[in-house]
Every structure is written in structure tokens, then in C-alpha cells.
């Protein structure tokens, strides 16, 4: 990540020229350029999430060419062509007496900026997966949790990160069988009767899927109303041969 001095800037340059980074535009344009891309539907945008109180008022850039487009609602799929930025508040006014107006000097620590690409669902996979799952994991972040806290937590979070791992495979046509927790079944503090339970709830789940997989057969498209001809089988089980 890129870091740099923020003081002499205001939130809204903060957010410009951290976009134009991200986006790889900083190096093709001019500062007369990026102040151009601030027109007024994007000012508008920018001001309305850096004013908004909520921490779940969101914020997402786009490049087109050397087009800057801010958004305050998500995009669709299709829209995304190439990276896209989302921006977020890391505090909100729920459970808080105050929250800090953010300027120059804060908004380092007060807003995240995140990659997003095409593939929403397998780059919120990665992110809790290769992100998230380390940071919680951390016994150093641990301290002062209770054995049962601890493990409720991560449980959880498996459970999480299982789900979205087999809609990841829904989605793509595909059959994926999340693996159990290595976290949890390599560690020496782990009894062997729990690592058991983990491993033999992972393989009924896998049953489950497998089964599902097994159940399906040609008739299915005819249920559904259409007139497959012969190619439609000979691609269901090519399909399936291959999910298999």
C-alpha cells in the first residue's frame, strides 16, 4: 500500500488523489486533470460520504479511461470492467459519544480503501480468508478473551467462510468442498476428540453436496418447461462429469 503525507490536504484531495493512485491514473495525468475528474455529481458523492455519521455509508470510484466516476450505491457486476475502489468509514455514531470529524490529519485512520474486481463474491472470499482469518487468529489479538469467546469466534467465522466458499462454487456451476479449519485441527492445543468432531461434520457436509450433485439427471431441464434436443444431454453429462 502506498502511503503519503496527508496533513496539507483536505479529505476531498485525500480521496482524489488516493483514487488516481489506486486506479494506476496518477502516473498519466496532471494535477489539472484529476481536478477536472472532480465535477459536480462526483463532488456531490465524495461529500455525502465524508459528511454522512454512519460507518456503513459507503463509497465506490471507477475508472474509464482517464474518467473518474464516484458512486454512493453498489455497482452491478457488469459494471465493474476493470478495478474499482470501495471506501469505507472505519467508526460510526452508534455506540460512540463522538466521532471525529475527519481531515487531513485522521482520515488515514478514520477511512479503508479496498480493491474490488469483477468477481465480488471471490474477492470477499479472499479478503476474510487471507485478511481477516489471520488477524483474528492472532493470539497477541487474543489476549484477555476467554477460552470459550475464543473458540465461539473462530467457530463462526469457519462457519462464514465455509458458506461463502460453497456460493463462490454455486455461482460458477461448480461443486467445492470446503476444507475444515487448519487453524484448528493442526494445533497441538486442540483435543483429538474436537478434531474428530471437525473432520466428521466436514465429510457429512461433503456427503450432503455430493449427493446433491448425484441426484441431478437430464429430465430436470424438461421440468423446467424447455425443449432440450439431444446436444442438452450430451452437455448435462459433460457438465456433470465434470463437477464429479
Not at 485522521?106 to 479478503?127: H, P, S, T, W
Request: glycine share 4%; proline share 5%; aromatic share 8%.
Amino acid at each position: 500500500m502506498q502511503i503519503f503525507t496527508a496533513s496539507n490536504l483536505t479529505p476531498r484531495d485525500y480521496v482524489l488523489k488516493f483514487t488516481h493512485i489506486y486506479l494506476g491514473l496518477k502516473k498519466n495525468m496532471s494535477d489539472e486533470k484529476m481536478k477536472a475528474n472532480m465535477n459536480e455529481e462526483n463532488l456531490a458523492c465524495v461529500n455525502e460520504f465524508l459528511k454522512h455519521k454512519g460507518m456503513y455509508h459507503f463509497l465506490f470510484a471507477q475508472a474509464n479511461g482517464d474518467i473518474v466516476k464516484f458512486i454512493n450505491e453498489t455497482p452491478s457486476p457488469d459494471s465493474i470492467k476493470k478495478k474499482s475502489l470501495l471506501i469505507l468509514k472505519t467508526r460510526s455514531a452508534a455506540g460512540l459519544e463522538e466521532v471525529p470529524e475527519i481531515d487531513g490529519d485522521n482520515i488515514q485512520n478514520e477511512v479503508i480503501i479496498m480493491e474490488v474486481n469483477r468477481k465480488i463474491l471471490e474477492n470477499l472470499y479472499l479478503i476474510c480468508n487471507e485478511v481477516y482469518m489471520p488477524v483474528l487468529g492472532n493470539p497477541l489479538n487474543m489476549i484477555g478473551w476467554s477460552d470459550l469467546v475464543t473458540k465461539d469466534l473462530m467457530d463462526k467465522f469457519h462457519v462464514f467462510l465455509a458458506h461463502t466458499y460453497v456460493t463462490l462454487g454455486q455461482v460458477e456451476g461448480r461443486t467445492m468442498l470446503p476444507l475444515p479449519p487448519n487453524d484448528t485441527t493442526t494445533v497441538e492445543k486442540t483435543s483429538s476428540k474436537d478434531k474428530a468432531n471437525l473432520l466428521e461434520n466436514a465429510i457429512v457436509h461433503w456427503t450432503k453436496q455430493i449427493k446433491n450433485v448425484l441426484k441431478r439427471d437430464p429430465e430436470m431441464v424438461l421440468k423446467v418447461g424447455d425443449h432440450p434436443g439431444p446436444l442438452s444431454e450430451i452437455e448435462f453429462w459433460q457438465n456433470k462429469s465434470e463437477d464429479l
